[in-house]
């Protein structure tokens, strides 16, 4: 057993600069052998540029890195691999081309005489698939399986590669609660052998159940270590915003909802979700809950045209209409801000300027560009609105941290002013700060008479903001809560209707 | 079960077959040994440097000097052999060397400056062009016994098709060529910069090596291409094999392979060659057709199978969405 206090991964003056930005500031990590460190921060804070430094994705314009004592400095990602320090990277995910097992064992393949061994390594992926209760064939291609699968092989994938080091860049976004729990006792295991393992979430629940101690940044900057058995959540959020969160309690909305904006009537899809009715007010925030794959995203996606429906009715007030693309959906002033903004929102290489006006001038239609002018006052309010951190608005939009991409997705819909803006997991990857910031930003928006549908796995957070939670289950409808009603406890009951649980929420 | 990614080589497999079947039901003697050891010694060069060809478009990227480089290398070794009393085979090992690291060289500058592989190997493309004009403008024979020897090699089967020994190195560079891109860890590199660099970047695929292999393996197959080809005219020309490149590329296409990358396979390119070298062999037996028919049919072919690839991408991704029920705005 090493000694436990030795510092197994020490880093100190980790500096990183960017065209117009400083993303590292002399920023100080160590790491206890047997640990779960939390890395901690705003986004944009620089925690994902700091591993990437660690592991040599970036070249670091500053300072030193130890690992058991010896200074190395990996250049490349296959060498801080071969050190033991395995990655999942927050926007990367692996390679759609090949197999699962190809993805598994990529550069650590079983060879024999120097020809490798696939049918070895996919009996190996397998097993190693099923630690993680995963019970999928290797030998199919990695995109045959969903975005949750691909997450856990891509954590698979990193633990066999850490002998000493396992860092997760937010691994759990796309989780649910059940893989999450699944990924913490791999981690458990892993601590208990020694290693150390950075874990990167917004999820301050998730750190204090998990994590040991906590590194929080700010600005670049780190602004404290915490043990995490000595300080409460607020502690942290107040090191990692630099001032004191202000406490919302949720008040129940007395104002009445405005008239029938839309009426679904048995719209659905074989296959995908079953025949549903769902009316919206205008001036009514409707919440969508229930389990990964239970239909949130489903109905989302059909009432916005991103799927077609094979049966249904739609009516916008009292008048039928038609929706069978999204583009019908934008003239009828639908907006639908998507959970998966890497394949379905932003386009990395456009300004985030560009990238916020799309959806605006899309609706306009390309022959009528937009001015200048208001093209930047519009870029720059929402900017500010959601207080998206960037160098300037010219910089393409890849170039922002996962949070503050997410964001400037938001704004792009918001911007196109909608009468039904429709929120997939709107709050994911999003830190505690702007968090409560768009929880307000959806209850003033509601105030203004906005229509709402919002999809999401955060209990507390539908609970906030819901005038109206439809619960979903096995892609069906089972149940509605109204005022008082809507409560975490009450959410979790109807989920798990059949097998009352405790709620766990 | 059929995987998506198998359904292009099978369609090529398909058409292959379709295709023979139609040319023999018209001309029964296209069903000879003749024809067939015809169809190996005649595609020999152009399926060696397709197999280069399939490396490089795999790994998303093109090389369009590779033409150039079998003219070079051809007039190389007739110029050496006039020249000089250098042995034929000394020859060879010093104009493969020659060729790969003219390959490795442009994988580097590709890999290292960052430039796009169409842009270096346009330029790789002109330069050893050059090079070979340099060595000499008119077309230089070969006379050598030890080129006699070589080209007396064959195996004569049943019915009198000669199996020559170009066809066996062509052979020879398939197996190679599908050992080394689907049973090694370099081919799975390959593979994995198709599907992305900046993925494979984060997974720790070495980048600088293996572009440069990529490249250099090229290079080297177009080496082998051109002292094939030089076997197969006995002389060397500057301005022979104008555009074999492209013809390589089509191959490689109608193999099955997607031309951005990541998807594919080198039997495939075997089949691409067999179907453009046959489609060759049935203007020359039907006698009335222009030979300007082949690059037409062969740029009908092309056309479909992009088509195809586009359809299968298309059908791939949205059942994809379909699965994991994510959307696209705008
Ligand atoms: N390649 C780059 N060029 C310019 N600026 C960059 C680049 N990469 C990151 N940045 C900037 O560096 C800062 C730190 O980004 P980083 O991705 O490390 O944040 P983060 O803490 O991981 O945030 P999040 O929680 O949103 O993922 C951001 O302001 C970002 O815009
Ligand atoms: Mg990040």
């Known amino acids: 057993m090493p000694d436990p206090t030795r510092p197994l991964l020490h880093a100190s003056g980790i500096s990183k600069f ?35 430094c660690l592991t040599g994705a970036y070249r670091r314009d500053g300072g030193t890195i130890t690992l058991d004592g010896a200074e190395i400095d990996p250049v490349s990602t296959n060498e801080s ?73 891509a954590i698979a994938r990193a633990v066999e590669m850490s002998g000493k080091v396992l860092i997760l860049d937010e691994p759990t976004a796309s989780l649910d609660r059940e893989e999450v729990q699944l990924v913490f006792s791999v981690i458990r295991k892993l601590r208990e052998r020694g290693l150390a393992v950075v874990f990167i979430t917004h999820f301050l629940d998730q750190v204090f159940e998990i994590s040991d101690r906590a590194t929080v940044l700010r600005n670049g900057r780190v602004v404290g270590e915490r043990d995490l058995s000595q300080v409460t959540p607020n502690d942290i959020v107040t090191l990692m915003l630099g001032r004191q969160l202000e406490e919302r309690v949720h008040e129940r909305k007395g104002g009445r909802a405005g008239e029938v904006l839309v009426e679904v009537e048995a719209l659905g899809k074989r296959g ?76 990395g290489d456009l300004s985030v300027r560009d990238n916020i006006i799309l959806a605006l001038q899309a609706r306009q239609g390309w022959t009528r560009p937009l001015p200048r002018a208001k093209v930047n006052e519009i870029a720059e309010h929402y900017v500010r609105a959601l207080d998206i951190r960037l160098a300037s608005l010219d910089m393409p939009i890849r170039l922002l941290s996962g949070g503050n991409q997410q964001k400037a997705l938001l704004a792009r819909w918001l911007a196109t002013q909608p009468e039904l803006l429709i929120l997939d997991e709107p709050t994911r990857g999003i830190d505690v700060g702007a968090h409560a910031e768009i929880i307000a ?53 109807a989920i798990a209707a059949e097998e009352p649980k405790e709620a766990t929420a | 079960m059929i995987r998506s990614t198998h359904l292009p080589l099978l369609v090529t497999l398909l058409t292959f077959v379709l295709a023979y079947a139609l040319c023999a039901a018209q001309y029964p003697a296209m069903l ?76 580097a500058v590709i890999h290292y400056l960052e430039m796009p592989p169409f842009i270096v190997t346009l330029a ?20 050598h016994e030890f080129y006699d020897f070589l080209q007396s090699l064959y195996y004569k089967a049943p019915g009198g098709g000669r199996f020559r020994l170009i066809g066996a190195v062509m052979l020879l560079a398939f197996v190679a060529g599908g050992l080394v891109l689907h049973r090694t860890r370099l081919g799975q590199n390959v593979y994995a910069l198709g599907g992305g660099v900046a993925t494979a970047r984060l997974m720790g695929v070495p980048l600088a090596r293996t572009t440069v292999s990529i490249y250099a393996i090229s ?35 109608i193999g099955g392979t997607l031309l951005s990358g990541g998807y594919g396979f080198v039997a495939g390119t075997f089949f691409g060659i067999l179907i453009m070298g046959l489609i060759q062999t049935y203007i020359v037996f039907d006698g009335t057709l222009s030979s300007w028919w082949t690059k037409i049919v062969i740029g009908a072919l092309l056309f479909a199978f992009i088509l195809l690839q586009k359809g299968l991408t298309w059908a791939t991704t949205s059942r994809k969405r379909v699965r994991t029920g994510s959307a696209t705005p705008s």
Request: glycine share 10%; proline share 3%.
């Open chain 2, 219 to 253: 290079g080297g197959l177009a080496g082998l291409a051109g002292i094939v080809f030089s076997l197969y005219t006995s002389a060397g020309y500057s301005l022979a094999t104008v555009g074999v490149e492209l013809d390589a590329i089509a191959a490689v296409v």
């Open chain 2, 124 to 143: 790789g493309m002109f330069f050893a062009r050059g090079a070979a004009y340099v060595l000499s403008t008119d077309s230089v024979p070969i006379e």
């Open chain 1, 18 to 52: 960017f065209p117009g930005a400083v993303a590292l500031d002399e920023v100080e990590l160590t790491l206890l052998p047997g640990e779960v460190h939390a890395l901690l921060g705003e986004n944009g804070a620089g925690k994902s540029t700091l591993i990437k």
């Open chain 1, 81 to 153: 691999q071969a050190l033991g320090i395995g990655t999942v990277y927050q926007e990367v995910n692996l390679l759609p081309n090949l197999t699962v097992a190809e993805n598994l064992f990529l550069g650590r393949q079983i060879t024999r005489g120097g020809l490798l061994r696939r049918r070895a390594m996919i009996r190996a992926a397998r097993e190693v698939l099923l630690d993680y209760g995963l019970d999928i064939d290797p030998a199919e291609p990695l995109t045959s399986y969903s975005v949750a699968v691909q997450q856990v092989v």
């Open chain 1, 441 to 493: 930003l959806i209850e003033r928006l509601r105030e203004e008479g906005m229509a709402l549908l919002v999809a999401s796995s955060e209990l507390e957070e539908l609970v906030a903001y819901s005038t109206r939670v439809v619960v979903l289950r096995d892609r069906r409808q089972v149940g509605e809560l109204t005022g008082d009603q809507i409560t975490p406890s009450n959410i979790v009951a």
């Open chain 1, 272 to 347: 995908m979700i079953e025949p549903f009715d769902l009316t919206i007010h205008q001036g009514e925030v409707v919440g969508l809950a229930g389990l990964l794959g239970s239909g949130r995203t489903e109905t989302a996606n059909l009432l916005f045209g991103a799927v077609q429906g094979d049966q249904g009715r739609l009516r916008k007030r009292g008048r039928e209409i038609r929706i069978t693309r999204p583009r019908d959906a934008i003239t009828q002033r639908f907006a639908l801000c998507p959970e998966d903004r890497k394949t379905d929102g932003i386009v």
């Open chain 2, 32 to 107: 000879s040994t003749r024809v067939v050891a015809n169809l190996l010694t005649d595609n020999a060069f152009l399926g060696i440097v397709a197999v280069g060809m399939t490396f490089v478009i795999l790994s998303g990227g093109i090389d369009l000097s590779v033409g150039s480089v079998i003219a070079f290398t051809g007039v190389f070794l007739a110029v050496v052999l006039r020249d000089t009393s250098i042995h034929p085979l000394t020859a060879f090992v010093l104009v493969l060397a020659l060729t790969t690291a003219f390959g490795a060289a442009m994988g």
